[in-house]
């Protein structure tokens, strides 16, 4: 069975937001080939520029129905309109599921898509978001959230967390564990949380790096 994969991007997207996604699927496949096929959309199509200059090329948004819909986040505010545009496609209904990246959990609000779910998004916005969207319920500490047909993540490489779990959703733990060998990333932390605890510990300056990696490597 294949299954259409649409990576949404727009003006100023993260670009791992939508590359970390397309190389689990692309290399899910290779274990399980015809299993997807992958499609990069935008308002009005053409090459849009990632936050970091660098570019994708992109079809234009249509009117069909995909298996999976991954909304990438960045630098939405650099063109309004185009997020204007995601949200109104949204609404219409194009996927037996939807999921975002980092701020890409804005557009799914904006498009009503949230409304009484739970969610995440990138910690620095988890404040903000739960403030302009108080009907949806933020969980700030989530790699990832799975409510209904909706899944979140959380900042730019929780992408890839979130596609392994698709993939696992769609092909079994087997095919989700050897992708993630391939990427060289763990195949599941859904329930860790956003920030490192013995990071947090270690302080902004560092020294107790020595330390921390001692305590890890005795951790009897």
Request: glycine residues 10%; hydrophobic residues 45%.
């Given at each position: 069975?294949?299954?259409?994969?649409?990576?949404?991007?727009?003006?100023?997207?993260?670009?791992?937001?939508?590359?970390?996604?397309?190389?689990?699927?692309?290399?899910?496949?290779?274990?399980?080939?015809?299993?997807?096929?992958?499609?990069?959309?935008?308002?009005?199509?053409?090459?849009?520029?990632?936050?970091?200059?660098?570019?994708?090329?992109?079809?234009?948004?249509?009117?069909?129905?995909?298996?999976?819909?991954?909304?990438?986040?960045?630098?939405?505010?650099?063109?309004?309109?185009?997020?204007?545009?995601?949200?109104?496609?949204?609404?219409?209904?194009?996927?037996?599921?939807?999921?975002?990246?980092?701020?890409?959990?804005?557009?799914?609000?904006?498009?009503?898509?949230?409304?009484?779910?739970?969610?995440?998004?990138?910690?620095?916005?988890?404040?903000?978001?739960?403030?302009?969207?108080?009907?949806?319920?933020?969980?700030?500490?989530?790699?990832?959230?799975h409510d209904g047909d909706v899944w979140t993540s959380a900042g730019i490489s929780a992408?890839?967390?979130?596609?392994?779990?698709?993939?696992?959703?769609?092909?079994?733990?087997?095919?989700?564990?050897?992708?993630?060998?391939?990427?060289?990333v763990h195949q599941r932390r859904s329930g860790q949380s956003q920030f490192s605890s013995?990071?947090?510990?270690?302080?902004?300056?560092?020294?107790?790096?020595?330390?921390?990696?001692?305590?890890?490597?005795?951790?009897?």
């Amino acid at each position: 069975m294949k299954r259409t994969v649409a990576i949404v991007i727009h003006p100023g997207f993260q670009l791992l937001d939508a590359a970390g996604p397309t190389a689990a699927f692309e290399i899910a496949g290779r274990f399980c080939p015809g299993s997807y096929e992958l499609a990069v959309l935008a308002p009005g199509g053409g090459e849009i520029e990632s936050s970091s200059g660098i570019g994708l090329s992109a079809t234009p948004l249509r009117d069909e129905r995909f298996d999976t819909v991954i909304i990438s986040g960045g630098e939405i505010v650099r063109s309004l309109a185009a997020a204007e545009q995601i949200a109104a496609w949204l609404k219409r209904g194009r996927a037996r599921r939807i999921a975002s990246v980092c701020s890409g959990a804005y557009l799914l609000a904006e498009a009503g898509l949230l409304d009484g779910r739970r969610a995440t998004t990138h910690w620095a916005s988890t404040d903000d978001f739960a403030r302009r969207y108080p009907r949806i319920s933020v969980d700030a500490d989530r790699i990832f959230v799975h409510d209904g047909d909706v899944w979140t993540s959380a900042g730019i490489s929780a992408g890839i967390d979130l596609a392994l779990a698709l993939i696992e959703d769609d092909l079994g733990q087997d095919v989700a564990r050897r992708t993630a060998q391939q990427l060289v990333v763990h195949q599941r932390r859904s329930g860790q949380s956003q920030f490192s605890s013995l990071v947090e510990l270690g302080g902004r300056t560092g020294r107790f790096a020595d330390l921390i990696e001692w305590m890890r490597d005795h951790l009897a």
